[in-house]
């Protein structure tokens, strides 16, 4: 004959059951300490991707707020390295902008900073559009829907009145 089981002798004692649980809520504290560090390391690494930007736009005045029709003119060289400014740029913004989503004011600085970049990325895009594909589909959005609400377009990619 067997003896009426209760429901801690068929799942375990009480002691069994607590030790579960703590286990379990450690688990989760785990997880979300991770996810914390992932969301901390990428807003640092984002920081210091603006600071860099921010800092090579103090060096190179020039290219922060370009005369693009001068920078043409001045030769193959000046153009590399202002490409290379404005891909440094896009490529901050992109991070500031994904790590800080719920903030306002990184992607109003990006917009600021964006004006003046518009006619190269018209030309850029016109003549190479895979350039703008090397970007995520948000940046890539971003910087069309700039250029169409600056007025700028092919052929001439100049700035419009805004």
């Known amino acids: 004959m067997s003896q009426p089981s209760f429901w801690w ?3 375990g004692t009480l002691a069994q059951m607590a030790q579960a649980t703590v286990a379990l809520l450690g688990f989760v504290a785990i997880l979300i300490q991770i996810n914390e560090i992932r969301t901390n390391n990428r807003a640092a690494s ?4 603006f600071l860099g930007y921010t800092d090579l736009a ?20 000046e153009q590399v390295q202002y490409e290379s400014f404005v891909t440094y740029f896009l490529y901050a913004c992109e991070e500031t902008i994904a790590a800080f ?4 004011e990184w992607q109003a600085s990006c917009d ?4 003046p970049h518009l006619p190269f990325l018209c030309e850029k895009n016109a003549a190479q559009p895979a350039y703008l594909a090397t970007y995520g589909t948000e940046t890539q959005q ?9 007025s700028v377009t092919p052929p001439d990619c100049k700035l419009g009145k805004t």
């Open 9 to 11: 002798q068929k799942y």
């Open 142 to 150: 971003w910087v069309k829907t700039s250029m169409k609400t600056a």
């Open 112 to 115: 600021y900073d964006l004006k």
């Open 101 to 104: 989503a719920d903030k306002r």
């Open 46 to 49: 984002a920081r210091a991707a």
């Open 58 to 77: 103090f060096k190179n005045p020039k290219f922060s707020y370009p005369d693009y029709d001068r920078i043409r003119a001045a030769g193959r060289d």
